[in-house]
């Protein structure tokens, strides 16, 4: 059995005064490898919330070009359905599907065909003015010629006068240029060009162009007249075919006729 006794109560007291600094500094270690191991710890969860974000951001950024894109193409459509409802004709909706990877050749697929009745020689618009027409018909698609394509031509006529001209394509999207236009016509820049209806294959009054220059040189016979085309041929995606019902009429009174036959 132990004696406690006072007698050396003040000797320890002074002995653990003098203990406390040494077991300060045997307890520096462990401290620091706590803190070690939450600072990495701590850098680690940060970092791992760091990607998260950044994943988060990106979902969200998506989303939000999503939704523009969707804002974007409501209007484009609202545009068109204001394009349709200046037509006389019959219209069909179509949407570019694909673009000819050769870049001499302006054209473009939609996803319509034969079984919505669509047929060679087809005008085909967009929101803005007349784009081309079709050269090729599948059941479920069909190909579009562009009139910017060089080996295309339209009749047209100056809105403002009725001067009457052929717009071919240049090869230029953003270009067409009309052919044996008299040094004296009547042609302004800023002039509206649209389709003659001469030739029946575009009915009469379709947009085609916007003259952007005309140069006159007086020793040549005919002036030089660059239009910009009105149809956006290079970021329209949905399109209108316009059915020309005198067009249909005629075929179809001759198909009557050919099967009385």
Not at 10 to 25: G, I, S
Not at 149 to 165: E, F, K, L, M, Y
Not at 241 to 255: C, K, M, P, R, Y
Request: glycine letters at 8%; charged letters at 25%; hydrophobic letters at 40%.
């Amino acid at each position: 059995m132990g004696i406690y006794t006072p007698w050396l109560k003040q000797v320890r007291q002074q002995l653990n005064f003098l203990t406390v600094p040494f077991y300060q500094v045997t307890d520096i270690p462990r401290r620091i490898g706590e803190w070690g191991n939450t600072a990495f710890s701590s850098e680690k969860d940060l970092r791992a919330e760091n990607e998260r974000l950044k994943i988060e951001v990106l979902i969200y950024q998506r989303k939000q070009q999503q939704m523009a894109a969707l804002a974007a193409e409501n209007v484009r459509l609202r545009q068109l359905l204001n394009g349709k409802d200046m037509l006389q004709d019959r219209v069909l909706i179509a949407e570019l599907i694909g673009v000819s990877p050769n870049p001499l050749s302006h054209i473009v697929v939609i996803n319509r065909g034969s079984r919505e009745g669509v047929y060679e020689g087809q005008p085909v618009l967009d929101a803005f003015g007349l784009m081309g027409q079709i050269i090729e018909v599948d059941e479920n698609t069909s190909r579009v010629l562009l009139i910017s394509d060089s080996t295309h031509a339209i009749p047209v006529q100056v809105n403002r006068n009725g001067v009457r001209a052929i717009a071919e394509g240049t090869g230029d999207l953003n270009r067409l240029s009309l052919r044996h236009v008299s040094i004296n016509a009547d042609i302004r820049e800023g002039d509206v060009l649209v389709s003659s209806g001469l030739g029946e294959r575009f009915p009469v009054g379709y947009p085609v162009a916007e003259v952007e220059q005309v140069v006159r040189n007086s020793g040549q016979a005919f002036a030089r007249v660059i239009a910009r085309p009105m149809a956006r041929l290079d970021r329209s995606r949905h399109v209108l075919l316009v059915f020309d019902t005198h067009t249909q009429i005629n075929e179809h009174g001759a198909s009557s006729k050919a099967a009385d036959q």
